[in-house]
């Protein structure tokens, strides 16, 4: 297995995941499905980012329960707190707020969902994970395929997205 086809692979796949669990919690809160992200595309790279460096640290370094809770609590939260941060400090955008949850830092990140990702990453690292393994390790060749065509289509997406943001963020500087 060539570990970097296997990370691109969960980055994707996750990504995806991400995108629908969001989506699922968003009906479910609000009763609507749909919710602007960045990216146009149905994917989250926040959530797969997350999810495959605790993905491949679980791989490579036999974490025990207590290093796993943690990993899953802090991996995520860093994710989301640098991923706010840059939305906010890059675009003046806000996908996400918080500001009105208690234990909240700056309205990107919150306890609350802080404990929902440890939880969900944590049951995805023991019982979602060893299934995505057996699949990809039988389908490894097409799955190099995938990760190609997928990958080109998720760059696109941030290639238009940025050029598209940064210069709506430059016609409001120069109207202001």
Same mark, same amino acid.
């Given at each position: 297995?060539?570990?970097?086809?296997?990370?691109? @692979?969960? !980055?994707?796949?996750?990504?995806?995941?991400?995108?629908?669990?969001?989506?699922?919690?968003?009906?479910?809160?609000?009763?609507? %499905?749909?919710?602007?992200? @960045?990216?146009?595309?149905?994917?989250?790279?926040?959530?797969?980012?997350? @999810?495959?460096?605790?993905?491949? =640290?679980?791989?490579?370094?036999?974490?025990?329960?207590? #290093?796993?809770?943690?990993?899953? !609590?802090?991996?995520?939260? +860093?994710?989301? %707190?640098?991923?706010?941060?840059? !939305?906010?400090? /890059? @675009?003046?955008?806000?996908?996400?707020?918080?500001?009105?949850?208690?234990?909240?830092?700056?309205?990107?990140?919150?306890?609350?969902?802080?404990?929902?990702?440890?939880?969900?990453?944590? %049951?995805?690292?023991?019982?979602?994970?060893? /299934?995505?393994?057996?699949?990809?390790? #039988? =389908?490894?060749?097409? %799955?190099?395929?995938?990760? +190609?065509?997928? #990958?080109?289509?998720?760059?696109?997406?941030?290639?238009?997205?940025?050029?598209?943001? !940064?210069? =709506?963020?430059? #016609?409001? =500087?120069?109207?202001?």
């Amino acid at each position: 297995m060539r570990i970097i086809h296997f990370a691109i @692979f969960n !980055l994707i796949l996750y990504s995806i995941i991400g995108w629908i669990i969001e989506g699922v919690y968003n009906y479910i809160i609000t009763g609507s %499905f749909e919710k602007e992200g @960045f990216l146009k595309g149905p994917y989250k790279p926040m959530y797969g980012i997350a @999810f495959t460096i605790l993905v491949m =640290l679980d791989k490579y370094y036999n974490l025990n329960l207590i #290093s796993k809770l943690m990993l899953s !609590l802090i991996v995520p939260t +860093s994710i989301e %707190f640098i991923s706010g941060y840059i !939305l906010s400090s /890059f @675009f003046n955008e806000k996908y996400w707020d918080y500001s009105s949850s208690r234990l909240n830092y700056k309205g990107i990140i919150t306890v609350k969902f802080s404990f929902y990702w440890m939880i969900l990453c944590y %049951f995805g690292i023991n019982f979602v994970q060893p /299934f995505v393994n057996n699949i990809y390790i #039988s =389908l490894e060749k097409y %799955f190099k395929i995938f990760n +190609s065509v997928i #990958s080109l289509i998720i760059i696109i997406d941030i290639i238009i997205t940025i050029s598209i943001k !940064l210069k =709506l963020k430059n #016609s409001r =500087l120069l109207n202001s």
